[in-house]
């Protein structure tokens, strides 16, 4: 199993998005995947319809990370065939930290590792220890995604992030995580402002970014209020297309 974890410490920069379609993408090319909601605010969860079921039968990240639950006791079957998710809930916000592990989340996909071929975590902007098993989770086979806007915040827990992705391994000791930036929202015609974004990461992140960039469309917004991936919303979209573009690179980037 290849582990890809989503996360940037600035929040609404298309991590949700981008983790929804990149699993819906891969289940859809046959590969088994597990998606795992990290993040309080659950809307990876409220995708698949999950989050009353969840909070009710105690199946969610929470056990996973706290209770020792095993991927195979929390992760729902769901309507998308191939396709698995450990959902979370609000409660996920008042768990103490401090009683976490950094390396559960890694172990309990170790445990899986032969159930799924491929894991993708969807991060909360503000839960660092929450990421930082995410980022351990992925490094060594794995990969982070750092999605970004091209607006003037684009720095903006962008390098934090990126530094947090080696400090936790240099910590532990275990190999660095690799990451790459995602542009993402992208406009169809840039403007000097996305124009001056790309020229702030090419000089901080040269030869970090990925190829694709995922461009700006209401499809999204609009799939979202059905609960919909815009892969499968509207598959002839502009952004449906960039993510199977996405899918592809990802995917050369973990050989
Ligand atoms: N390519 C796109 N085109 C247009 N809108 C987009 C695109 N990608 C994401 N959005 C919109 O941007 C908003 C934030 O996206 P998303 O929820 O994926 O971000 P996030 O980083 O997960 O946010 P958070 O930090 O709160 O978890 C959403 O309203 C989403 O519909
Ligand atoms: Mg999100």
Known sequence: MRTIAVSNYKGGVGKTTTAVNLATIYAGQGKRVLLIDLDPQASATDYFGLYDRASEEHRTSIELLYGNASVEDVAYETDTENLWVVPSTIELVDQNELLLREQRLKFALDDADADYD???????????????????????????????????TVMRGTALTASATRQIADALRMPTPEFR?????????????????????????????????IHASTKVAQGSWQWQPVATFEPGSRPARDYVDLAKEVEDALR
């Open 118 to 152: 491929i894991c993708l975590i969807d991060c909360s902007p503000v839960m660092k220890r929450l990421a930082f098993n995410a980022y351990l989770a992925a490094a060594g086979t794995g990969l982070i995604i750092i999605p970004v806007k091209l607006d003037s």
């Open 181 to 213: 930036i995602l542009r993402t929202c992208v406009p169809g015609r840039m403007t000097n402002a996305e124009e001056t974004g790309m020229a702030v990461l090419d000089s901080f992140f040269p030869g970090q970014q990925f190829e694709t960039v």
